[in-house]
C-alpha cells in the first residue's frame, strides 16, 4: 500500500506560480510511475503529467511547458510546479501512484486560480 497527501494548494492570481507537493509512504518502491491529476467538478479525473522511476516525464499537452512534474526520491516527494496558472487551471489536484492493478490516491489539495 501506498499512503499520498498532497499539499501547496492555494488561491492565487492569473499568471502566478505555484509549487503542489505529494508525500508518500509505504511501498513506494514499487511504483513505476507517479502522476499527478486535476479534477474539475463535473468532468473526469484528468492525468496532467507524469514521472517515472527513473525520471522519464510526460506531459499532456495543455500544460506541457508550463507544469513540470519532479520527485525527491530521498525524501519520497513528488512535485509539480506550475507556472502561467490560468482560470483553466483551477480544480483539485491528485497525485498518483499505481502498483499492478491498484490505484493509489491522496485526498487532494484545492488549486483556484482567480483574479
Known amino acids: 500500500q501506498v499512503h499520498l497527501v498532497e499539499s501547496g494548494g492555494a488561491l492565487v492570481q492569473p499568471g502566478n506560480t505555484l509549487t503542489l507537493s505529494c508525500a508518500a509512504t509505504?511501498?513506494?518502491?514499487?511504483?513505476?510511475?507517479w502522476g499527478w491529476y486535476r479534477q474539475v467538478p463535473g468532468k473526469q479525473r484528468e492525468l496532467l503529467a507524469g514521472?517515472?522511476?527513473?525520471?522519464?516525464?510526460s506531459y499532456m499537452r495543455s500544460v506541457k511547458g508550463r507544469f513540470t512534474i519532479s520527485k525527491d526520491n530521498l525524501r519520497n516527494v513528488i512535485f509539480l510546479r506550475m507556472t502561467r496558472l490560468t482560470a483553466q487551471d483551477t480544480g483539485v489536484y491528485y497525485c498518483?501512484?499505481?502498483?499492478?492493478?491498484?490505484?493509489?490516491w491522496g485526498p487532494g489539495t484545492q488549486v483556484t486560480v482567480s483574479s
Open positions: 498518483n501512484a499505481p502498483i499492478g492493478e491498484t490505484d493509489y
Open positions: 509505504g511501498r513506494t518502491a514499487d511504483v513505476y510511475t
Open positions: 514521472i517515472t522511476h527513473d525520471d522519464k516525464v
